[in-house]
């Protein structure tokens, strides 16, 4: 074998074996829930409208807004109504991660409850919340 090859081949499997070192520390867990995201615009009236069948599956739907560089977090509760929160985080602007009890911010580890008030800062206001109501089939947000 020539010394070239040899030594490519000698570094690819140098790369293989340390991506397979590293890149678990940084991979999503297989227990973490994909959840689908809804994709949406909104109108001339700021209204983000969505089907109301999005909630026959789940209570909770991740909306993505053309044009918005965070997503909303749409829960259908017990009672017909909604609750809608920008996935912005209060404190810098971070994207919010949703957990099994609200929201959490990776940046500086600031975490909200399923109504959107900070149960551990740094962030000291509530998330950005949103007014929704159902209109026949539909759920319209009001931006």
Same mark, same amino acid.
């Given at each position: ?12 499997? @140098? ?6 070192i590293?890149?678990?520390?940084f ?13 949406a615009? @909104? ?5 983000v409208?969505i ?20 997503d ?5 509760k ?6 809608v929160?920008?996935?912005? @985080?209060?404190?810098?602007d971070?994207?919010?991660e949703i ?5 959490? @911010? ?13 149960t551990?800062?740094?962030a000291g ?11 026949e ?5 009001t931006?």
């Open positions: 074998m020539h010394r070239r090859v040899f030594l490519r081949k000698s570094c690819q499997a @140098c790369l293989l074996t340390a991506a397979g590293v890149l678990p520390q991979a999503i867990p297989a227990s973490a829930k994909k959840r689908k995201v809804f994709r615009v @909104c109108n001339e009236q700021k209204q409208i089907p109301a069948a999005l909630f026959e599956d789940s209570t909770l739907q991740i909306v993505s807004v053309k044009d918005w560089t965070y909303l977090a749409v829960h259908s017990e009672d017909g109504s909604f609750d929160f920008l996935l912005k @985080c209060t404190h810098h971070n994207e919010l957990t099994e009890d609200g929201f959490l @911010c990776n940046r500086h580890g600031s975490r909200f409850d399923k109504t959107g008030a900070v551990e800062g740094p206001k509530p998330l950005e919340q949103f007014p929704a109501v159902r209109s089939d539909q759920i319209i947000i931006t």
